[in-house]
DNA sequence: TATTTAGTTTGTTGTTTGAACCAACTTACA
DNA sequence: TGTAAGTTGGTTCAAACAACAAACTAAATA
């Protein structure tokens, strides 16, 4: 397709909010500045957006200069809308709202033990009609629903943990309230968390590799600052790669993440100690005493994610890996263990191997993230959200992020 | 950056002119229509173009309808000029010439047994002032260069088979040639090449991988019809994978391509049997009389790469995996060999495996097509190019492509 | 001849642009 | 303290320009 007349403003439009979006509150000049645009044309911009009250006005800025007039800063209008955003676990269903500038000003998690996937979707149903947000413009813009599957288009493809039973998620919360929904692989959103709400980078990073340890183990990709699925929304499934060349037998082979999950080292330590019960905290506690099984345990668990990671790595070069898991997050010494490792093995100039910061709430934000470029229909550029959960989740401490 | 007013048209005038690029002859009613873009806004720009030389008509259409005017087709005016690639080898320099849509007009594979790099770019440049083609408007539009090693930004970072002795080759075409120049990774031309030069698959390809094999292995990455390079340029680097769990000694983890490319099996083959020379017509032959080292070497080899293949798909769910290797081209059961095994591995839809074809002549056309992309400012777009050798490889069959 | 389709011409519309202007701020200086 | 000069932000408005729609010409079929 070419630039017929409408798109041209409606690119233009679209540029000029997500300046505003990302830059925070910025003037007009500088919007004009920062696009090569005619500031007389930004203004005639900003004058559309702010008549959709999308935008806002919010007094002046400084003029740390020679002098001249100051600069009217400009920002998006948290009060234009919100979105709801799910994410459906094993055992629970995390729900958060969030303001158009990503602030979230609602969360909770249910326990969805013994639920079935009606009973999920009416309990997602109930939820949203309930976390009205007062003195919106517009009101809920978008929704989100993060998945512990395959999904492609939208739908549900498959789910190792929660049967589907052939409901389709997306059709139900469609008919129910009609604004954009998005249903998304977990590993995907953590990944567009990561990109769109971090702060711990100073330089921009166009391709970055979330891996995500859980029951499974996936990766959420980034390529040129877009989700990266694959033909079928598959790709990042690196949980099933088959490490064992067992030549005689490929019948046999396995997929690494049978052993190097979390779940499966849970399971092992469990075995071999023999207990019924055992939680991430008792794992790391056990290991803090020298606990010889759990330390060997964890120790082969380290040597497969470095593996893992030095693989990925070397197939998509990112300009960063996060592992996202709660062993290596409750374990200080294991990211450590893991880099060093990965040191020893060849190459020059190693990607750097990092903790995800904030996974608790990464799916839901990620989540947020991707129901507002749906909602302004800016699907391909990246925008760039507040970070703020201390409405919703007062005794979160954020300074940690 | 924004749509400015320069940029409108400009970006217009590159659709229109790839639209007759990828839709051969084509009327301006038909680049209307494909483009949703007025009639009238297509004959001002195909003015432009054509003032350019750019484009020329080439007689009428059919009107196949119920009657009216038969439309004047377009394409590509071939006589605006050439684009020269090159590709290194580790013991010659092949050189080919093409007409701007595509067709080569030249070909010559040079012996560069004991050349030093200086001597080969001497060689380049010789080349290149003797490929003068007769009565184009424009001449020389551009070089391409095939690289067996790593590039980042015009820029040989890593050559194994080489010595680059920190001379630029790009700086050395630059300032002899004023036009644009491409240093690029060889399986990323070849990527290039099976997406802008194949005509082997009727639905349209966004994501392909290419695996080279050869003395290393290498992929070339398509993601959303662009070339994928990874932070470094050191994306698709499989061979330096590690698919040895040695859980005690990570120091000792030796990368797939030492025992799994073509000259690793060719080694192990030339030990076993202790010969002194062995080629890959050689080995097909031994392998066809069922020479027990021979067929266990080729099994091993079948299994390695079944499995690297197997990660890849599974890490990028490509549309389609192209292999390309001397070996694999010469044995036929091999690739069927190879499929089996494949699809005996987990998984539902499995990713196409196929074999490249049109191996010998892929990095040149793909560099044809990187060149010319640079040539004409259209970086962004996928263009489809002529496949046409028999101007300057009388003897080569076509019909096998 | 009626109808259909391709392409051109011409005047209209919408968007960006540049220049002039107004607004508001800082600094220098009387 | 007051005022003028200089600077920067933002608005207004006519001009430029690209895409567009409609009317037209050209050339085909039945």
Redesign the interface.
Same mark, same amino acid.
């Given at each position: 397709?070419?630039?017929?007349k409408q798109s041209?403003r409606n690119?233009?439009e679209k540029?000029?909010l997500r300046q505003i979006f990302i830059g925070g509150p910025i003037s007009r000049i500088q919007i004009s500045r920062n696009?090569?645009?005619?500031k007389s044309t930004v203004s005639a911009i900003f004058n559309d957006l702010s008549d959709r009250e999308l935008v806002v006005e919010m007094g002046q800025g400084e003029s740390t200069q020679v002098g001249g007039r100051k600069p009217v800063m400009i920002k998006v209008n948290p009060k234009y809308g919100f979105t709801v955003n799910f994410d459906i676990g094993f055992h629970h269903l995390d729900v958060m709202g969030n303001y158009l500038e990503g602030t979230a000003f609602f969360y909770q998690r249910f326990d969805t033990t013994g639920f079935d996937i009606h009973q999920i979707i009416a309990l997602m149903i109930k939820t949203v009609n309930s976390v009205g947000a007062a003195d919106m413009v517009q009101g809920l813009l978008g929704i989100s629903v993060a998945v512990h599957g395959i999904v492609f288009n939208n739908k549900v493809t498959y789910s190792p943990f929660i049967d589907m039973e052939d409901v389709s998620v997306y059709d139900e919360l469609t008919t129910q309230f009609e604004v954009p929904v998005i249903i998304e692989n977990e590993a995907n959103l953590v990944a567009t968390f990561q990109r769109d709400f971090s702060r711990d980078s100073h330089r921009t990073m166009?391709?970055i590799v979330v891996i995500s340890i859980h029951k499974g183990i996936g990766?959420g990709i980034i390529?040129?600052h877009?989700i990266?699925?694959?033909?079928?929304? *598959?790709?990042?499934?690196?949980g099933?790669?088959?490490? #064992?060349?067992n030549?005689s037998q490929?019948?046999q082979?396995e997929?690494i993440e049978n052993y190097a999950s979390q779940d499966a080292i849970l399971e092992l330590i469990k075995q071999r100690k023999k207990l019924k019960q055992l939680n991430f905290a008792e794992v790391a506690s056990l290991y803090e005493q020298h606990d010889s099984v759990v330390v060997e345990a964890i120790?082969?668990f380290c040597?497969?994610i470095?593996?893992m990671v030095?693989?990925?790595a070397?197939?998509?070069?990112?300009?960063a890996i996060y592992l996202s898991s709660d062993l290596i997050e409750n374990i200080a010494e294991l990211l450590p263990m893991i880099q060093a *490792?990965y040191n020893?093995?060849?190459?020059e100039?190693k #990607?750097d191997i990092r903790l995800l910061k904030g996974a608790k709430f990464a799916s839901l934000l990620g989540g947020c993230s991707a129901a507002t470029h749906q909602a302004l229909g800016i699907t391909e550029q990246q925008l760039k959200f507040n970070y703020s959960l201390k409405k919703a989740v007062p005794d979160f401490d954020e300074q940690a992020i």
């Open positions: 397709m070419a630039l017929n041209i690119l233009n540029s000029v696009l090569d645009l005619n166009n391709n990766a390529i040129d877009n990266y699925r694959g033909e079928h929304g *598959e790709a990042g499934e690196i099933r790669s088959i490490y #064992t060349m030549l490929p019948q082979a997929k120790k082969d040597s497969y470095t593996t030095y693989n990925t070397i197939s998509f070069n990112p300009d *490792e020893q093995l060849p190459g100039g #990607t």
